[in-house]
């Protein structure tokens, strides 16, 4: 669980460790991160990393194979979005969420496919704005857009493996103050 100590990735490692999953929580906060792992307690382990670092996955996936060998479910929901109108929009902007939000998540996933077992599943975490225009946050969500795309072509791409991509889409979330 990728973007794991917070809102969406927290309740989701919550979610697969109460199914009894073995849950890998990846975060760039280490004190969060931590944090977040002890309210699961041992079925988390904590592994801080920046997943638009490749060197950091790298390090991540082979923590899992010699850990537990591969991987049956990746839930890629790292993702960032800051407010700024389409007129102040900057190229250092525009780097930081598409780096973040498409180029981290296909590097998450490509990176862990040697893991995935055939039947695995894939869940990305898209959002709402791919489909729905908001001002103020164009990049985010052209970055929520390309993430649906991915969804889209990795099933037909991993079809032979029977690994399905599904692209949830939560609309705005309170988030904790």
Request: charged residues 20%; aromatic residues 6%.
């Amino acid at each position: 669980v990728t973007g794991a100590s917070a809102g969406i990735g927290l309740a989701a490692a919550q979610r697969f460790a109460a199914e009894g999953a073995q849950c890998y929580m990846v975060g760039r906060r280490r004190e969060e991160l931590e944090k977040s792992a002890q309210t699961i307690g041992e079925a988390a382990t904590a592994v801080q990393a920046d997943v638009s670092n490749l060197a950091d996955l790298d390090r991540l996936y082979q923590r899992i194979k010699q850990s537990h060998g591969g991987l049956d479910v990746i839930f890629a929901n790292a993702g960032n979005y800051d407010f700024l109108p389409l007129g102040l929009v900057t190229e250092e902007h525009f780097d930081k969420m598409f780096d973040l939000n498409v180029r981290g998540l296909l590097f998450t996933v490509q990176k862990a496919l040697p893991l995935l077992r055939d039947g695995a599943s894939i869940i990305i975490n898209g959002s709402v704005a791919a489909i729905k225009g908001m001002p103020g946050v164009s990049v985010y969500i052209a970055t929520k857009a390309a993430v649906r795309s991915f969804a889209r072509s990795w099933t037909a791409a991993l079809k032979a493996r029977k690994i399905p991509t599904n692209d949830i889409s939560p609309g705005p979330l309170k988030q904790p103050s």
